[in-house]
């Protein structure tokens, strides 16, 4: 009875595949893609294009065969590559196949995938996606790779698309504005706006890709000044399900701009940001304490986090691990010593870790990056309004959760992410978001296990949905929950779109469904925060 079932579903899954295929591939690959180079010839240099319409036609035969038979394995999409694509293209015979499967943050998301389509322009994306719609082949968009949860930007059997060549940064003439290739990380990002006194307004670890932390909403040092980082885009570049190119802005597309500020990878492939700069001149310190004065630097943060209602330029982080606990004291202007961290004057630091320095934000991030080494990570997120006796309570219960394993080979890490009422408001001043955030003081609370060896998988799951699970229970009872889930922070089981609220939700699905009416990212993208999911 059983094995009857799952074969008829198996069957039933199979009918809707070629159903999927047929639909999307109407034309032959090799007409598919000519029609894309038509389109992609309207505003993509011609240098990006011809070379691979080149090598399509001295390949005409062989497209036209794998579409005619309708191949939709991922061997077969990975041949394409290879054929349309040489030295921008790896499998397991290539000599940099490795190090594509290790590029992962998390050894967890470390999978041989059949191949990896190394994306240099927009045009090679147009093109990439083309292949893997018209095959109707499984693949994964990567851009940074540091998303924990295994199988978003990484897969088993299909084709990544990898994006971290696409690494252009230009600063506009008038110095307002930067746009960038989503293959950037934050911390090149910094370096290079530096150069010009300026910063943005993006990720606080150099790693961190610029693609995928924007799309997932993304914490900076300073929200209560600026908002998050998806509030930050003037322009996004999108490659469509169906390959075309447009630019998303608030006046050109506001529907999908406003769905790719915190909807995940639900519309397309975002190829381009174009960011407000800010400057990069600041403050800051950061020092570590002991466990045992946790109730005292809880006290402080949340000291600091009353007067941060009045400062925007304040921001302040918290993450505590392995009997230390780590604060950062940041502040947007180049000012020694800022009052509003006056509540840890009296505090006995055990160590300072980056002394009070008038520096940059490529400096801080700097010192950021060193503290995120590759392991295998998972990570849980959840809300609640700040309340000392509830941050006080939850600490307490970490400490004795912390441990899963002996404490070299990995730990549980607690973090305190403080939201302001202001963070809010600077999102709504920059065009508004549809992430349904209450305007009240905050924690984006979030606990991360970090381990290096496999056997200690299901003993790291457990520590970090066990606290996840009194963290929830703890907010309840105090009245203090609050829906919201961050994206960047949240697990594959938790649902971060669906906490932005039932008639946000409905917005962002009604975005996909118009932009995406094959549902391409729905159900050839592998996984990732997908509406269908949610
Ligand atoms: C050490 C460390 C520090 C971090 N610090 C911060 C922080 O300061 N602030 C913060 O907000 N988050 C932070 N994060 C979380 C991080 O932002 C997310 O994990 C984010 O998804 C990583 O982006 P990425 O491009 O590196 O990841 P990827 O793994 O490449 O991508 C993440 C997701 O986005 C999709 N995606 C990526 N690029 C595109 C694109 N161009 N178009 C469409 N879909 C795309 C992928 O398919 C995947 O689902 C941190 C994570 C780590 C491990």
Redesign the pocket.
Known sequence: MRVASVSLKAAFIAVLHLNYVAAAGDSSLYTALLDVADSLGETQPQSDISPVVELAKKNKDKLDQVSAHGETDAVTACDVFATLFPGKYADQSSGDYTAEVER???GTCWLKSTCFFEAHTTSDVAFGLKIVTTLGTKF?????????NVG??SIEDGVVLD?SRLTSSSLSEDHKTVRLG?GNRWGEVYNRLEEYGLGAVG???G???????I??????FFSSKYGF?CDNVQQFEVVLANSTVVNATANSHPDLFKALKGG??NY????HFTLYTIPTDIWYHVAQYNESDYKQVLSAIVATQAKMEDDSNAGVLFSGSNGTMMVGMLYAEPTENPPVFSAFDSLKPIRTLAPPTIGTIAKLVDFFTAN?PTAR?LSFATSYETDLDLYKSAYGSFISRQHFTSPTKGALQYGIQTITKAAVQAGQKRGGNWLGMKPVSTNWWHVVAAWFDEKDDKAALEASTGMMKNMTNLATDAGKYLDFQFQ??ADVSQSPLKSYGEENFKKFAAVAASYDPQQVFQKL?NS??KISKA
């Open positions: 992962p943050i998390s994964a968009t990567r851009s940074g790779g540091h998303q924990q978003f930007s994006l989503t990720g606080r670890s790693d961190v890709g610029v693609g995928g932390l799309l997932g909403v993304g914490i900076p980082a995940g990878p397309g492939i975002v190829t995120s990570y960047n922070d993208q990732g925060f």
